[in-house]
């Protein structure tokens, strides 16, 4: 790889290294972050099924950090209602075209902020809640490469420990991104391009998760609330404008 390539895809790096690092101190964050910024420098369908393997680099890396702290039986339950959405979502995928699949992302972070910041209802962690959440995680990760935001919101308002938190995110992230990459290849879509692109984000993608993780514990939440929010929210007016004057 030479030098010209590596420099072309800097921005992009620096993009992942970013999420990587926002991931690292919460155990998500990394897609629904890196998505809308990738989106800047890619096509919106190569972006999703860049997500995915960037995504199961990222769960791979962290699974050896905090796979003891997760809940099996809850990742079970889930994987249930994701695994029923996955035709659902793929038809959606296949029809939407780029700008309406950039709207749908775009749509969904922002519900998704308003949800996190403005809803408070504590969600019982029972079968029936986590197969729903599931498909809509399902839903939302097969059609725009970030399966997070309903479990971030159903997980953040139940009695889960921050730690449970983090190890359940990461090792769902990693069986649902095994079985969504399986899934595309079964139909048929080619991963070797989003493959090839990925490999000059890998190690931004490494330091960033290091760095995460290396600074937990001097990072205030409040602080780090802030600026996640207000990236997200900036990054979602900046695609809601590009749309429109498109």
């Not at 999420?19 to 800047?40: D, E, K, N, R, S």
């Not at 003891?68 to 029923?84: C, M, N, P, Q, W």
């Not at 971030?152 to 095994?178: C, D, H, N, Q, W």
Request: with cysteine; net charge positive.
């Amino acid at each position: 790889m030479d030098i010209t390539a590596w420099q072309a895809h800097l921005w992009p790096a620096l993009a992942i290294g970013v999420a990587a690092f926002m991931q690292g101190i919460t155990g998500f964050g990394l897609v629904i972050i890196a998505a809308p910024l990738l989106m800047l420098f890619y096509d919106p369908r190569e972006t999703v099924l860049m997500m995915f393997v960037v995504g199961l680099i990222t769960s791979i890396v962290q699974t050896f950090l905090v796979w003891k702290d997760a809940r099996y039986k809850l990742i079970g339950a889930i994987l249930v209602g994701y695994i029923v959405a996955q035709p659902f979502g793929f038809w959606i995928f296949a029809h939407f075209s780029a700008n309406q699949l950039k709207l749908l992302v775009s749509t969904v972070i922002l519900v998704s902020l308003l949800l996190m910041q403005f809803t408070h209802h504590e969600f019982s962690l029972c079968r029936r809640n986590s197969i729903l959440m599931g498909i809509l995680a399902g839903l939302c990760g097969v059609t725009t490469g970030m399966a997070g935001p309903p479990l971030i919101l159903y997980f953040a308002y139940t009695k889960m420990t921050p730690a449970e938190l983090r190890g359940t995110s990461v090792v769902f992230f990693l069986i649902s991104g095994i079985i969504s990459i399986g899934f595309f290849l079964f139909q048929g879509v080619s991963m070797y391009s989003a493959a090839v692109e990925s490999i000059y984000l890998i190690p931004a993608l490494v330091i960033g998760l290091l760095l995460g993780h290396a600074v937990i514990r001097f990072v205030s939440v409040k602080l780090f609330r802030f600026l996640i929010f207000f990236m997200l929210y900036f990054i979602c007016a900046y695609m809601f404008y590009e749309l429109a004057v498109q």
